[in-house]
């Protein structure tokens, strides 16, 4: 049986997808704003929860726990599912001057 101890134990913020999701993206998506399908919150992917302990890495909705994405990479390449996302805004990066 599982306790909410041994959940809260498991659980990374969305800080940890940075490097995976690295390979999808040529910009840092941890900043992303992500629109929740199941419950509408917008939250910045850094916030969310995630759970590194399965085949893949599970993303859970802070507001709503509901699975928002799963991000899984191994010898094949990488596999990207996001049907809990309703949106994903990346934000454009300041121009340098120069």
Known sequence: MNTGD???ARRLDGNVLGGPLADLFAVDVTMAAVTC???GRV???AAHQV???AP???VRCPGC???VMRCASDQRGVRFEMSGVRMLV???QAEESG
């Open 6 to 8: 041994s959940i809260e």
């Open 37 to 39: 399908a199941h419950c």
């Open 43 to 45: 939250t910045p992917l």
């Open 51 to 53: 759970y590194a302990d």
């Open 56 to 58: 893949a890495l599970v």
């Open 65 to 67: 726990t509901d699975v």
């Open 90 to 92: 990346i934000a454009k």
